[in-house]
C-alpha cells in the first residue's frame, strides 16, 4: 500500500458525459501527478500540481482539467468523453516538486467510456 | 525531449532462470534517475529498482539487479532466480532530476513465466 487513495476504482461511462476522479496523497505530500494508461498511447504524463498550483502540463486534453484542493487532494474532470477516453488513470504523490523527490503510486482508477 | 524505448514487447523465461529486459532512453540532461516498474495483473505500479544517473554503481535490489551504461544509454534490467510472481509488465522510466519531476514510460514488456 503506497499511502495514496484514488476513488473510485472503476467507472463506467457513456460517450458525452463528465466524470470527476479523486485522489487523496500520501499524509505530508505536497505534489501530485496525474498520468494515464492507455493501449494507444501507453502510460503518459498529463498533469502536475504543487500544494495547490499547477506546476506541469504534459499531453493533457483541453476537454480534461484538474485542480488540488487546500487539503491537498486532487481531482481530474474528465468532461465530453469519447471511447478513446477508456484508460486507467493514476495518480501519484510525492514530498516536494522536482525529479529528486519520490514518486507513489495510487491504485488507479480504470474509466470505461460505452 | 526525452524518449524511453524497450524493443521487447513481450518475453518468456524459465521458472528458477535468469531473463533480462532490455531498456535505451535518449537526453540531454546530466542529471537524471532511471526507473524499472512493475505492473502486476492487478495494475499497481511497483517500483522495482532506481538509478541515480550519477553513479556508477549498478543499482540492486534483491533477485533484480540492472546494467547501466550511461555512455551508451542504456538500462537494462536482470531478474535472477525468476518466480511465478515475477510474471507482469515491466516499465523502464526516466526522470529529470533537473526538472519538475515528471516521469517518461517506455512501452513495457510483458514478461511470462513458464513453470
Known amino acids: 500500500d503506497s499511502g495514496v487513495t484514488q476513488t473510485p476504482k472503476h467507472l463506467i461511462t457513456a460517450t458525452g458525459q463528465r466524470v470527476t476522479l479523486r485522489c487523496s496523497p500520501r499524509?505530508?505530500?505536497?505534489?501530485v501527478y496525474w498520468y494515464q494508461q492507455s493501449l494507444d498511447q501507453g502510460l503518459q504524463f498529463l498533469i502536475q500540481y504543487y500544494n495547490g498550483e499547477e506546476r506541469a502540463k504534459g499531453n493533457i486534453l483541453e476537454r480534461f482539467s484538474a485542480q488540488q484542493f487546500p487539503d491537498l487532494h486532487s481531482e481530474l474532470n474528465l468532461s465530453s468523453l469519447e471511447l478513446g477516453d477508456s484508460a486507467l488513470y493514476f495518480c501519484?504523490?510525492?514530498?516536494?516538486?522536482?525529479?529528486?523527490?519520490?514518486?507513489?503510486f495510487g491504485p488507479g482508477t480504470r474509466l470505461t467510456v460505452t | 525531449a526525452q524518449t524511453v524505448t524497450q524493443s521487447q514487447p513481450e518475453m518468456s523465461v524459465q521458472e528458477a532462470e535468469t531473463v533480462t529486459l532490455s531498456c535505451t532512453y535518449d537526453?540531454?540532461?546530466?542529471?537524471?534517475?532511471l526507473f524499472w516498474y512493475k505492473q502486476p495483473p492487478s495494475r499497481q505500479m511497483i517500483l522495482v529498482i532506481r538509478q541515480e544517473a550519477y553513479k556508477q554503481q549498478n543499482a540492486t535490489e534483491n533477485r533484480f539487479s540492472v546494467n547501466f551504461q550511461k555512455a551508451a544509454k542504456s538500462f537494462s534490467l536482470k531478474i535472477s532466480d525468476s518466480q511465478l510472481g515475477d510474471a507482469a509488465m515491466y516499465f523502464c522510466a526516466y526522470r529529470s532530476a533537473e526538472a519538475l519531476g515528471k516521469i517518461i514510460f517506455g512501452k513495457g514488456t510483458r514478461l511470462h513465466i513458464l513453470p
Open positions: 501519484a504523490s510525492s514530498v516536494g516538486i522536482g525529479g529528486n523527490y519520490e514518486q507513489y
Open positions: 499524509s505530508g505530500d505536497l505534489s
Open positions: 537526453t540531454s540532461e546530466s542529471d537524471y534517475y
